[in-house]
């Protein structure tokens, strides 16, 4: 375990993705968040939009899906039919597992703790808060309105929980699918990046 | 959140009874994990053996509970009527918050971060580890057999999970029901201990 690569999976609201940056910053390695959805929409010809929207969610897909299928009817045989929603996860991987050969880096969500899960290098880390924390944070950056955030917040954690079920068969935010989890709300951004700092200590080899 | 209790869930082979005495033994406060057991059999008047048994696990009790139903039968009206599992459980929870209420200390299992959850004053953990370490660390201790280890490691996890379900109706192991979770098979027992102390840095007023 050389803890080279660190994903962070995040609960809406929880800061997972500035403690994602803070901690590249620290480490001086890059930080992959969008940059991802960029890259594998540029490499499956979807439009960006599409892929920022269902990057990480099940949401729509359904209705995407079966006008592929209609799409695609008579263009090949069934077998080769495989839904938009598969494609574009594919071509995640593809992207995710691509980045992590380059080096030491700091990737946020799309199951790239499960995508890099047969090397032995990644720190996977899981990032939660209570309600009331993750609310004020997304009112704070307009994120949400004052009337809808909390159903929006639940909304986009169950759209990521389903979405990691269905690819990876395993329950997200489950402690036993992370090295470390912890609670943002509780410690405050700073300190989870330091802790995060703190586990990697010792497993880089030049630390 | 004074961080000033620190409660420690974990698996069965993961190391959290040793993580939690070395902390204590760290921070200078009280560790409880048998005393509490047997302060419970004490006021309950059960037998201790049966108490041990039964202070984390739902295996049993059903037969226990017919039996004392049929013994209790004559003995007071039905609504009086309370299954050993639970009138051990709410000793327990007894106990468990009067330990609390005399200062800091380290207690281990038996649904203590549930029972405490009113407390600000109370960091909750839980540890979990791979198979594999889990197994060579209940066979270096002479815990299982070689050949029964992975099936009774899994079997007393399951246990412990019912117990916490029926008594919480949360999911053991959930990471948002902990503070901090960490797997202790790629930290290793002591650097769980010093994340676990620097976790709570800050959060004691004279720390």
């Known amino acids: 375990m050389q803890g080279k690569i660190i994903t962070i999976s995040r609960q809406c609201g929880s800061g997972g993705h500035s403690i994602g940056s803070e901690l590249a910053k620290k480490l001086d390695v890059p930080f992959y968040d969008k940059e991802i959805i ?25 209705l995407f899906n079966i006008a592929h299928h209609v799409a ?24 995710i597992k691509e980045l992590a ?13 499960y995508i890099l899960r047969d090397r032995n290098d990644v ?7 209570d309600m009331e924390h993750k609310k004020n944070r997304c009112l704070e ?25 269905y690819y990876t068969d395993e329950k997200w935010g489950d402690s036993t699918n992370y090295h470390l989890c912890m609670d943002s ?23």
């Not at 574009?88 to 992207?95: A, C, E, G, N, R």
């Not at 720190?123 to 808060?129: D, G, K, Q, S, T």
């Not at 709300?185 to 630390?207: H, L, Q, T, W």
């Open 101 to 113: 050969e380059k080096g030491p880096c700091v990737i946020v969500g799309r199951c790239a703790d």
């Open 38 to 62: 960029e890259m594998a929409a540029k490499e499956s010809g979807f439009h960006q939009e599409f892929v920022e929207e269902q990057g990480e969610h099940m949401n729509g897909s359904m």
């Open 185 to 207: 709300s509780v410690f405050g951004i700073e300190k989870c990046v330091s802790m995060i700092e703190n586990a990697c200590r010792g497993m880089y080899p030049d630390s």
């Open 141 to 165: 950056r307009g994120q949400f309105s004052e009337e809808n955030a909390e159903d929006m917040i639940r909304r986009r954690d169950k759209l990521r929980a389903d979405h990691y079920r």
């Open 123 to 129: 720190l996977n880390v899981f990032i939660h808060a």
């Open 72 to 95: 695609y009817a008579g263009r090949g045989s069934y077998k080769d039919y495989q839904p938009l929603q598969d494609q574009l996860y594919f071509t995640q991987v593809k992207v």
